[in-house]
């Protein structure tokens, strides 16, 4: 995977990045995840993103280059991890919703829990950067120059398995179909709509 392939608006991304690896290679071993769910965001003509209202410095990495990673705090408990889409100077990001743990699963369950389940190791944003190990400090990172947390290519997804949808648990433009996930893949988190839901008008 190359800067080229990111280099589109990140609701045409999204869905491409479905069966792409994310790695991390960490002191205590490596721990990789086949995307399984994600959902775009498209700067400031979206009321959902962090860019909506402009550049500041909390979101200044989804303004470009294609490529790396913003990682920010959700509700002050969990990090949750995007990747960066589109042409630089112009925000656009997609947000990893949920993987499949392919390398690195006791490491992954140490970091999550002995008792979480194979299946739901990196089903929901949060879970997934606590299973890789992502946190604040892999903000802004390349991930594709060989960094510490890398994405690569990995088995093509037929078209047939993929499904689209309603973002999940944001409060504005929550109806764009935007979320693009894996049919009938245990991994994929489920859908809630946000009690602060507004109506919004179609992307």
Same mark, same amino acid.
């Given at each position: #995977?190359?800067?080229?392939?990111?280099?589109?608006?990140?609701?045409?991304?999204?869905?491409?990045?479905?069966?792409?690896?994310?790695?991390? &290679?960490? !002191?205590?071993?490596?721990?990789?995840?086949?995307?399984?769910?994600?959902?775009?965001?498209?700067?400031?003509?979206? =009321?959902?993103?962090?860019?909506?209202?402009?550049?500041?410095?909390?979101?200044?990495? #989804?303004?470009?280059?294609?490529?790396? %990673?913003?990682?920010?705090?959700?509700? @002050?408990?969990?990090?949750?991890?995007?990747?960066?889409?589109?042409?630089?100077?112009?925000?656009?990001?997609?947000?990893?919703?949920?993987?499949?743990?392919? &390398?690195?699963?006791?490491?992954?369950?140490?970091?999550? @829990?002995?008792?979480?389940?194979?299946?739901?190791?990196?089903? @929901?944003?949060?879970?997934?950067?606590?299973?890789?190990?992502?946190?604040?400090?892999?903000?802004?990172?390349?991930?594709?120059?060989?960094?510490?947390?890398?994405?690569? &290519?990995?088995? !093509?997804?037929?078209?047939?398995?993929?499904?689209?949808? =309603?973002?999940?648990?944001?409060?504005?433009?929550?109806?764009?179909?935007?979320?693009?996930?894996?049919? @009938?893949? =245990?991994?994929?988190?489920?859908?809630? %709509?946000?009690?602060?839901? #507004? !109506?919004?008008?179609?992307?």
């Amino acid at each position: #995977m190359n800067v080229e392939d990111l280099a589109h608006p990140a609701e045409e991304v999204a869905p491409e990045l479905l069966g792409a690896v994310l790695t991390h &290679e960490t !002191p205590e071993g490596t721990v990789s995840v086949t995307i399984t769910e994600t959902e775009a965001y498209s700067g400031t003509a979206d =009321p959902a993103s962090h860019a909506y209202r402009g550049k500041t410095p909390r979101n200044a990495v #989804m303004f470009g280059p294609a490529g790396h %990673l913003y990682v920010y705090r959700s509700h @002050g408990l969990h990090w949750c991890a995007n990747i960066v889409t589109g042409t630089e100077g112009v925000a656009s990001a997609v947000l990893i919703r949920a993987g499949r743990v392919i &390398e690195g699963e006791d490491l992954a369950r140490k970091w999550r @829990g002995d008792k979480v389940e194979s299946p739901r190791l990196a089903r @929901g944003p949060g879970n997934l950067c606590q299973a890789l190990g992502v946190t604040a400090e892999h903000n802004g990172t390349d991930l594709l120059t060989g960094a510490a947390v890398t994405l690569s &290519e990995g088995e !093509p997804v037929p078209a047939a398995l993929i499904r689209v949808g =309603p973002r999940v648990g944001v409060s504005r433009a929550h109806d764009w179909q935007h979320r693009f996930y894996l049919a @009938g893949d =245990p991994t994929v988190s489920a859908y809630r %709509l946000s009690p602060r839901a #507004m !109506p919004s008008a179609g992307a």
